[in-house]
């Protein structure tokens, strides 16, 4: 059995900062990507930022040079430090993990349950 779950989440005044975690944990062999999306109340989940095994980033561009992405595979953890926030950010943030388990022979992708983000005075 294996949990991706996010935390951080919470109410962000405008220019604020905020970081969010996502940890992943059970029998677990191996994390590849680590992913964050967000996702607006009848929309798609769109893809914010992801970091690479090697520690590659990209980011949408409405969050480059505010947002960055980092991981400790140490933990099977993904942090997304967040500045410069705007309205415009509120959203649920979810996490998205590539792993390999003991029990499989494919990496698949895991979803956290989400955690909400609001930018608001």
């Known amino acids: 059995q294996v949990q991706v779950v996010e935390s951080g989440g919470g109410l962000v005044q405008p220019g604020g900062s905020r970081r969010l975690s996502c940890a992943a944990s059970?029998?677990?062999?191996?994390?590849?990507?680590m992913s964050w999306y967000r996702q607006l109340p009848g929309q798609q989940r769109d893809l914010v930022a992801t970091?690479?095994?090697?520690?590659?980033?990209k980011y949408e561009d409405s969050v480059k040079g505010r947002f960055t992405i980092s991981r400790d595979n140490t933990k099977n953890t993904v942090y997304l430090d967040m500045t410069e926030l705007k309205p415009g950010d509120t959203a649920v943030y979810y996490c998205?993990?590539?792993?390999?388990?003991?029990?499989?022979?494919?990496?698949?992708?895991?979803w956290g349950q989400g955690t909400q983000v609001t930018v608001s005075s």
């Open positions: 998205q993990m590539w792993m390999l388990l003991p029990t499989d022979t494919t990496v698949r992708y895991y």
């Open positions: 059970g029998s677990i062999y191996r994390v590849y990507g």
């Open positions: 970091i690479g095994t090697d520690g590659d980033t």
